[in-house]
């Protein structure tokens, strides 16, 4: 597996799990229970989030890590 793939995987797998918990912990707060992690509704935001953050956000963020990069070398 490239750098590149690492890094995306990395950083979007560490934005969807945060943003899934972020956005059913206030879910849980406004109901009172803790059900909505159990709901298969939290599993479908949780795979769509960490998509989402590996392929949009983690190449977003490579492309900035590249773009430092060339500037420091030059």
Do not use: H, I
């Not at 950083?11 to 159990?38: Q, Y």
């Amino acid at each position: 597996m490239s750098e590149r793939w690492k890094f995306q995987l990395l950083s979007g797998m560490k934005f969807g799990v945060f943003m899934t918990l972020f956005m059913t912990g206030f879910t849980c707060l406004t109901e009172g229970s803790f059900a909505p992690f159990f709901r298969f509704s939290f599993l479908y935001m949780l795979a769509v989030l960490v998509a989402a953050g590996v392929f949009v956000k983690g190449y977003y963020d490579w492309r900035e890590l590249q773009r430092r990069r060339n500037k420091l070398s030059k």
